[in-house]
């Protein structure tokens, strides 16, 4: 049979019409602005990071990095990252799922309270914990009876780096699930597909991309958080500093080369995740876009 | 496989949207769920798939009560309006969904999976297109490979909700032949939504007409047009006028003088009188007819459509005339009825 379906398309027209083209000098002025801000305001401390980093040559660089202090700050925060994006990764996929899929009562306030970490400051968030757990605090005295130890230690940075990132892959992920509706899991589940096996096959591909993205986002948030984690970390060297509170105290010791060592992997960490995402979009670009709606 | 429906009412969050619906679906029988948007015709359909549970009533699948049933036990094939096709799978891998997430032995292997994918793809005159994903498909073509998709697992019954509704005219036409033509060979108990009349009346072995929750009539084709049983239906198949009249002494009255229309078995007092505009007789002068003044003629396709003020109230009636009969250009007109139904006013 012959297909009816196809038709023939116009060719496409320039789509940026004279009517709304601006005049050439303002255009090079708006052009000019832009790269002149980004240059000034992102480009330039990124290119003094890495300057100041081997001002006294790869040598120096590496010795520093190489400083057992270093390593161990290097350690903790791989760990506190390799714990906490997990963590919100799960948290973020069943918020996201509850709230787009779901009607419930509260469903405004839940989506207000995820959002609670981007409005709070940092500090804020970290003071809550102290609040909380410490000696003084309201949970501080059945802890200490019970010799579990959460501030100044690991688990209360784990907490406060959780409790900061918590919104990037709930954020990504709800709008792209709402938008997605509830079709394709009704059409899984008619076809005989159980609920985990209709998450699996068909809510989570269609929404892996909005996911990787979200993780990238918490990844770089949970390894350069500083505020939250300074609060309830204690400071103490080779034991709670992660990488963003051991950059600082470097450079209060006037140890600039160790300091700025240390910020330029974070700022690789920034530019790794960068190109990753833009990779992404270019290798799967048309996939990324058809998994966005139809 | 029949289905029946007995006595289902549903609500939405106290809201009802099927007030006490009963229906007999026969085995093998081709349906049509018909009405405004709003009437409860898709609310129905997922009630019999499982996709919604029934607030009182049940549904039956043969002796069997579905109702307590989930959606994966009751073994239908569901064609959504928008497809749902999963656009992260190949058109093979879609069709081929429902045979994958079977369990233990009823699971069968990949090979045979495949073949039957391939078989289902052949009878929707698809293939060839195995390997193309969702997006790479024209509307058309989705709406088949989702037809597919719910026959793979030999569903008991095949439910679509207005299968051809975001498609354009033309494919429209080609499509509902090409599924009566599946139906016809494949011999499944269909049953499926829809808003247009047309689409329902030249598909379907039996139409069930709804609105506002409630079945108004079932029937087929003939039955549903020819002797419709309520204003609704009268109002929403075809083409149709309607005046306010009177009933007295066993005959029809249209204000104070009777139009020829004998109504021994009416009971007397006002009603409403419904007829289609093309099955009329024009009368010369008039006793006992209705007439009326030409406010506006116009020419649809193949007849022409003229408008009449009838009446000291000047009631519109519209009435279809052949193009050429010459009373199209006289200013007055009067006619009969040839077939017509009188729905007292309550």
Redesign the interface.
Known sequence: ?A????KSYEPLHESRSAAVTESRPVRITLTTVTLVFLGVFLLLPLIIVFKEAFAKGVGAYFQSLGDADTRSAIRLTLLVAAISVPLNLVFGLSAAWAIAKFEFKGKAFLTTLIDLPFSVSPVISGLVYVLLFGAQGLLGEWLKAHGIQILFAVPGIVLATVFVTFPFVARELIPLMQEQGN??E?????????GW?AFW??TL??VKWGLLYGVLLCNARAMGEFGAVSVVSGHIRGLTNTMPLHVEILYNEYNAVGAFAVASLLAGLALVTLVLKTLLELRYGA?IA??RG? | MEVRVVNVRKEFERFPALHDVSLDIRSGELIALLGPSGSGKTTLLRLI???ERPTKGAVFFGDEDASQKS??ER????V?Q?Y??????TVADNIG??LK??HGAARPPAQEIRRRALELLDLV?LSGLEKR?P?QL????RQRVALA??M??EPKVLLLDEPFGALDA??RR?LRRWLREIHDRTGHTTVFVTHDQEEALELADRVVVMSQGRIEQVGGADEIYDTPNSPFVYSFIGESSALPVKVENGEVWLADRPIGLPAPHAPSGEAQLYFRPHDVELVDGCSGCIAGTVAASRRVAGTRRVELEVGGERQRVEIELPVDHPAAQKSRVAFRPRRWKLFPTA
Request: glycine share 12%.
């Open positions: 049979m297909d009816p379906e196809i079709g394709d009704e059409a899984a589940l008619s076809l005989g597909a159980n096996q096959y068909v591909p269609n996939e058809a998994t139809h | 798939a499982g996709l959606i994966q073994n239908v094939g569901f959504f928008h749902a096709l999963f656009r992260h799978m969904f429902g997430v079977r005159q994903y997006a024209s509307g058309g073509q998709r719910a793979a697992i033309q494919v080609e």
